[in-house]
C-alpha cells in the first residue's frame, strides 16, 4: 500500500514517461462547486441519422458518399490538418546573414508538416459507443487500426515481418480500405478518439481518427525519449515492463486485468479518473498482438469505457489514444517502444461537474484533486452491466 | 513578414520558451463547427451581490467575513490547494533495499507540497471586469501583486532592494494584507485569473488567485532552464530581449506597444488568441517595475482584455498569468528571468465556439487552426472603446 498519509497531504508525484511532475491535492475536492455544468449527452439517438456524415450510404461534407458498410469504415478526413501535398517551403534566410536575421531564424523556426488524416467509424450504428459494445464487437476496430498501421509500416521498419503476418492474418475491409501516402514515408500514426461534447466531439456517431504526420510529434516523441533512456539505463529494462510489474504488486491502482493487459490509474494520472492500459508483454506496436490479444485488448478497452459510463451514469466523456512505435523509426526506437493507451476523461464529481484543467494547471503545474488510489477503487467497484442495458 | 506560404500550408512552429513544437493548419477554420456551444456570459449582474463570497462585507465559506473593502482585498483561499502545516511526508523505503522495491521507489516518486493560496479581489464590484476598468484603475491590482510578492521574498533574495523600495513607496492596502507563511521560505508565487466560466471559473466577481508553493511548478521551471540556456549561449543576452526586437521589426505580431511594454500573438501561440505580454527592458519581477511602469503595464492589460471583449462581442474567457523571478533564487535564476504575462483564451470563431485542445493534442501535440499572424490581425483591429460602452 501506499503510505496513507498521501490520502490526505498535498503532494507532488512525478511522471517517469513525460519526466515532469504534477500536484495532487486530495481534500480540494471538499469545495463546494458553483460553475459551469455540463450538459449530459442525451441517450435517445437513432440508430440511423440521415443527417449524419459518418452512417453508412450518407453523403460527407465534400460530397463523397460512404458505402453501406457493416461494422468499420475509414476514409479521410473532409478536413485534415495535414494533407499529402501543398506548397513547398523553405524557411528564407537574409543572404546577408547579418545578426539580427540570424536572431530571427533561431527564435521564429517553422518546418512544414506533411501527413494525412482519417476518420474511423466504429460501428455502422449510429447510436453506439464502445461500451455499449461487446469485446467480441470491438475486435474488428482493432483489427482495421491494425491493417492500416500495417499498411503505412516503413518498408525497411525493424517490425515489417510482423505487419506482413498481420495483413494476410486480418482479412481485407469488404468495404474498402484506405491507402497510404504516395509520395513520402510518414514518421508517426497517432489513433484517439474525442468522445461527447465536452472533449471537443462533433458527431455522436461512434469514431476515431489517424492522423499521419511526417514528423513524431511532441507526445509520443517525449514517452520514447524517456523509455529510451530507461531502457538504456536499466540494463535492456523497459519503463512499462518495470511499470506493470510494480503496479501488479502494489494493486491499489490496478482497475482491471487479464492475460495480456493491466488497467490502472497510473500514479501520475492527471485527470480525475485516468486510466493507462498497458500491455504485459513487450509488444511494440498493434502489429505484434496475437489474434487472441486483440480480443484481450478489446476487453480492456471494453472495461474502461463501460466502467466509465457506470461511475456516473452517463455517456462518459473522454479523449482516449494509442502510443506505439512509429512508422518509420529505428532498431532503437522500435526496440524501446511499450504498446499503451492513454485515456483522459474530464468528469470529476458526477455527470454534469467536470475538471478544469485552467489557471494554475496551464501555468504552472497539473493540479489534481483526489488521489489515483481513490479513482482507481471506484473504477474497480463499478464494473457490473452498463447501467444503461437494465433502463432499457 | 513572414513568409506568405505559411498562411496557407500546415506546419510546426517551434516555442523557444518551452523548447517545443505545435503544429498549425491554418486551413482547418474552414470545417463546419457541429458540436459544443458555450454559453454567453450574462452581462447583467448586480453591482453588489449578497450572495457573492467576495463582495464587500460578505461572509465566506468557512465563516469569515470580507471587509467592506474599497478596491482589492486578498485572503487565504477557504479551499486552498496548498497548506502551510500539514502532516511530514517522507517516502519510505524498504530497509531490505531489495530490486523490486528500487525499482517502486523510482517509478512512484512523490514528494510534500505547501505553501499558501491566496484570492485577490479586482474590484469591490461584482459587475465588472479588467476589460471594464481604466489603466488607473488596475494600478492598485499591480501594486498589491507587487506587495505580495515583495513581501514573500527571500530575505536574500537577488531582489530584495527593490521588493524594500516597493514595500515603502506603495501604501499598504488599507483593508489588510496578507502575510507570507511563517515557518518556511517559499520557491515560487503563481498569479493567475481564471475568467469565465468556460475557464472553470465558478464566480463572476472579478478576482485572481496566488498560489505560493514549496517548490518552482513545471511551467515557470522549464521557462526558466530555457531562458538560462539562451543567457548562457548568447553572450548574456536574453530570449525574451531578443524575441521583443525580432518582432517590433517584424511587426506583423503585434497587436499594441507602448514604451514598456509589447503586447504580441507568439509565434509558437497554442490558444487561438493566445497573447504574451513582455516588459521591453530587463524587468525580472514585479518588484521592478517603477510606478510609470505599473502605469504602462495595467494599459497593457487593459487593452488585452478590452480587445479580447471586443473581438466577439462577448465577455472572453481565459486563463492569464504572471512568469517572473522565483520568490526564492540563485542569482542566475533572478539574472535569466524576463517580466511577463500569458493570456490563453479559448474562444476560436465567435462568443459560442470555442476551440477544443483534445485528442491529438493531449495525445500528440498542440494543434492549431488560424495563424498568430491572423489572430494578430484581429486584435489590432478592434481596439476600440468597449463595445458594451456603446449599448449601456
Ligand atoms: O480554484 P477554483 O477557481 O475554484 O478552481 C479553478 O481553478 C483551479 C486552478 O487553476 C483549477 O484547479 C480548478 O479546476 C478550476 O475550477
Ligand atoms: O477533428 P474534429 O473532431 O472536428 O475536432 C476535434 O478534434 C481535433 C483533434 O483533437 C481538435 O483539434 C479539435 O479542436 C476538436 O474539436
Known amino acids: ?95 546577408a546573414g547579418d545578426g539580427d536575421d540570424d536572431i530571427a531564424s533561431l527564435l521564429l523556426q ?65 468495404d474498402g480500405e484506405v491507402e497510404p501516402a504516395k509520395k513520402q514515408q510518414l514518421r508517426y500514426m497517432q489513433i484517439f478518439e474525442n468522445k461527447g461534447a465536452a472533449m471537443g466531439c462533433s458527431n455522436p456517431h461512434p469514431h476515431c481518427q489517424i492522423w499521419t504526420t511526417s514528423t513524431l510529434p511532441e507526445e509520443p516523441g517525449k514517452e520514447l525519449a524517456q523509455m529510451t533512456k530507461y531502457h538504456r539505463e536499466h540494463k535492456g529494462r523497459h519503463l512499462l515492463e518495470d511499470y506493470v510489474k510494480v503496479e501488479m504488486a502494489k494493486g491499489e491502482r490496478v482497475v482491471w486485468q487479464n492475460d495480456g493487459f493491466l488497467v490502472v490509474c497510473p500514479w501520475w494520472a492527471v485527470w480525475p479518473f485516468e486510466v493507462l492500459v498497458i500491455a504485459k508483454r513487450h509488444v511494440r506496436a498493434l502489429v505484434e498482438l496475437t489474434s487472441e490479444e486483440r480480443l484481450q485488448f478489446a476487453e480492456a478497452v471494453q472495461e474502461v469505457t463501460r466502467r466509465y459510463d457506470n461511475l456516473f451514469e452517463t455517456n462518459f466523456p473522454y479523449s482516449s489514444g494509442i502510443h506505439q512505435a512509429p512508422l518509420d523509426c529505428t532498431e532503437e526506437e522500435a526496440e524501446t517502444s511499450w504498446f499503451h493507451m492513454h485515456f483522459y476523461p474530464p468528469l470529476l464529481r458526477s455527470a454534469t461537474v ?39
Not at 14 to 38: A, D, F, M
Not at 137 to 149: A, D, G, Q, S
Not at 379 to 391: A, P, Q
Open 110 to 174: 517553422a518546418q512544414p508538416a506533411t501527413g494525412r488524416c482519417y476518420v474511423l467509424t466504429f460501428s455502422a450504428k449510429h447510436d453506439t459507443t464502445l461500451a455499449d459494445m461487446s469485446a467480441t464487437e470491438i475486435v474488428p476496430v482493432i483489427e482495421t487500426w491494425t491493417r492500416i498501421y500495417a499498411s503505412h509500416l516503413s518498408a525497411l521498419h525493424p517490425l515489417r515481418d510482423a505487419a506482413a503476418r498481420s495483413l494476410c492474418e486480418i482479412p481485407p475491409n469488404p
Open 354 to 392: 467536470r475538471k478544469f484543467l485552467v489557471g494554475y494547471e496551464l501555468m504552472a503545474e497539473p493540479q489534481r484533486d483526489i488521489t489515483p488510489e481513490q479513482a482507481a477503487a471506484r473504477l474497480r467497484d463499478c464494473g457490473g452491466e452498463l447501467y444503461r442495458k437494465s433502463l432499457q
Open 1 to 95: 500500500m501506499t503510505d496513507k498519509v498521501l490520502d490526505d497531504i498535498s503532494h507532488r508525484r512525478y511522471n517517469p514517461l513525460h519526466g515532469s511532475w504534477l500536484l495532487v491535492s486530495p481534500h480540494r475536492t471538499k469545495r463546494p462547486w458553483q460553475g459551469q455544468q455540463e450538459a449530459p449527452a442525451l441517450n435517445k439517438l437513432p440508430e440511423y441519422d440521415p443527417q449524419c456524415y459518418l452512417c453508412p450510404g450518407n453523403k460527407r461534407a465534400q460530397g463523397d458518399s460512404n458505402p453501406h458498410y457493416k461494422s468499420t469504415f475509414a476514409f479521410v478526413n473532409d478536413y485534415s490538418a495535414v494533407k499529402e501535398e501543398q506548397q513547398e517551403y523553405h524557411p528564407q534566410k537574409d543572404a
